[in-house]
């Protein structure tokens, strides 16, 4: 089995999850940004796949296509891409993972992301 589903461009860690402090406790939530994102991701998933909630050992391949040509650090946008994903329930979890592999595309108007899931991770002695 191989999927290739097309994404919309995720926000940094920093938009999509926000912290404060109540009653000597960091809480953690979701921005709005990250609201908005987990809502696009679901409508592009089911669009493309239906709802497929995987729960076997994944491949991932993700390539990153950037808005502009600002300089990015790929790794901060992959947690909020997988954390939309599992609640989009492409996967049961994203510790299904076993192998992910993240590639930088070429920029494009709004930016975007191809996804591209496998079955089987690796098999490591």
Same mark, same amino acid.
């Given at each position: ?49 239906? &709802? $497929? ?10 390539? *990153?296509?950037?808005? /502009? +040509?600002?300089?990015?650090? !790929?790794?901060? &946008? $992959? ?10 329930? *492409?996967?049961?979890? /994203? +510790?299904?993972?076993?192998? !992910?592999?993240? &590639? ?22």
């Amino acid at each position: 089995m191989q999927i290739e589903i097309h994404l919309p461009w995720p926000p940094t860690i920093n938009s999509y999850y926000g912290h404060r402090a109540i009653k000597r406790r960091i809480i953690s939530y979701i921005k709005s940004a990250g609201k908005q994102y987990r809502k696009d991701v679901e409508e592009a998933i089911v669009e493309q796949v239906g &709802y $497929m909630e995987i729960d076997e050992p994944l491949f991932v391949e993700v390539i *990153l296509y950037p808005p /502009d +040509a600002r300089r990015r650090d !790929l790794d901060n &946008y $992959m947690k909020a891409l997988l954390d939309a994903c599992t609640h989009a329930r *492409l996967w049961e979890d /994203d +510790a299904l993972i076993d192998q !992910l592999h993240i &590639y930088r595309g070429r920029k494009k108007a709004q930016g975007s992301v191809t996804l591209r899931l496998s079955l089987g991770g690796p098999v490591m002695p």
